[in-house]
Every structure is written in C-alpha cells, then in structure tokens.
T-cell receptor
C-alpha cells in the first residue's frame, strides 16, 4: 500500500522567505502527484499537478518538482507572504488504481508578517 | 459556475444515531469521491463513484458506512449507529472524466461530532 509522508508537520517563517515543503511516497509506480492547499475550515484547492513523466510544474511563485524514482516531491514557495499561511497536502495517484488518491497528513505553514 | 457543495456544514449527533451527509458535485462531473479527515491527519479515501459503474467501496471502514449516488449527480454518505471515533471532517470531491481533467475539486466539508 502506498504511504505518503510530509515533513515538516509545521513550519513558521518570516514574510519574504523562500521555503521548501517535502513529500515522500513509498511506491514509485505513480500516475501523477498533486499539491493542494487547505485553509482552516475549508476544502482543498489544487495548486499544481505533475504527471509521472514530468519533472516539475510552475504556477506563479510556486514550483513543484517530482523525482519519481526516489519517491520525492518538493513544493517551493518563493517570497512567502502571510496569505500563503495554510496547510499544504500532497497526494499521489497510483498507476495500478486510478480510483484512489493517497494523501499525506500535510505541512501547516505560518508566514509571519 | 458553482463548485462542490456539501451539507450540513456541521453536524453534532449522539452516539448510536444515524447521520446523512450530502454532496452536490460540479455539474457534468462524472467522478465523485468521499474522504474522511481526522484531526491532524491526511485524507482517508472512503468511496469512489464513476458514472454508471459499480462504486469502489474499498475504503469504507465498516459496514456502518454506506453511500449512494442518485442520477449520477448528488451523493449521500450514511453512517449508521455512529461512534465517537466517527468524529471527523467528511470531504467530497468531484472530477471530470475526460483526459486532462485530472484535478479534483473539493467541497468545504461536513464537520461531524459524535458525543
């Protein structure tokens, strides 16, 4: 069974810093990987999706990379802002079961003004 | 257009009672997922519907949990004889079926508290 781990569980940084969130998965047979943002009391919003054949995806100040063979993905946030404060979750979709997505437990980010 | 909606937003119930949680997916989305998120945990897959195909129920934790999707649109998750460990946020997501429609769109969730 696929296991997804996110480290650190929580992170606090001053505004303006660049930061990296980590996601690791145990089974490299993935179809794609997604990064989501969850605000308190809200559902999840998709940020970036990386197909298994891709190495990275970028959207604005966000860059997600994927190293499928080593079972790792990183989400890079440039010039962090207080509005970036949220919980960030990664999810993998396995090759062998398109129905399921396996989620990490998230990294709770606090960007201090 | 409207996103995924869920109701109720909050539900407090007594142990042993049955509860029904509702999800209205985005119009035209044929795939629908239910997840459970316990405090400080990631999302736990519960059930998946795709069009008229038989649902994937492999994530349902016990036979007290069931779900249906009527007319390929609205879905209801039912928990019978609720237990305190059922307390969690129940999230619904929908997705289009065409190639390239990989992103899941989530509702705001139903926060269930079983006393």
């Amino acid at each position: 069974k696929q296991e997804v781990t996110q480290i650190p569980a929580a992170l606090s940084v001053p505004e303006g810093e660049n930061l990296v969130l980590n996601c690791s998965f145990t089974d490299s047979a993935i179809y794609n990987l997604q990064w989501f943002r969850q605000d308190p009391g809200k559902g999840l919003t998709s940020l970036l999706l990386i197909q298994s054949s891709q190495r990275e995806q970028t959207s604005g100040r966000l860059n997600a990379s994927l190293d499928k063979s080593s079972g790792r993905s990183t989400l890079y946030i440039a010039a962090s802002q207080p509005g970036d404060s949220a919980t960030y979750l990664c999810a993998v979709r396995p090759e062998y079961n398109f129905n399921k997505f396996y989620f990490g437990s998230g990294t709770k980010l606090n960007v201090k003004p | 257009g409207a996103g995924v909606s869920q109701s109720p937003s909050n539900k407090v119930t007594e142990k042993g009672k049955d509860v029904e949680l509702r999800c209205d997916p985005i119009s035209g989305h044929t795939a629908l997922y239910w997840y459970r998120q316990s405090l400080g945990q990631g999302l736990e897959f519960l059930i998946y519907f795709q069009g008229n195909s038989a649902p994937d129920k492999s994530g349902l934790p016990s036979d007290r949990f069931s779900a249906e999707r009527t007319g390929g649109s609205v879905s209801t998750l039912t928990i019978q004889r609720t237990q305190q460990e059922d307390s969690a946020v129940y999230l619904c997501a929908s997705r289009g079926a065409r190639v390239g429609q990989e992103t899941q769109y989530f509702g705001p969730g139903t926060r269930l508290l079983v006393l």
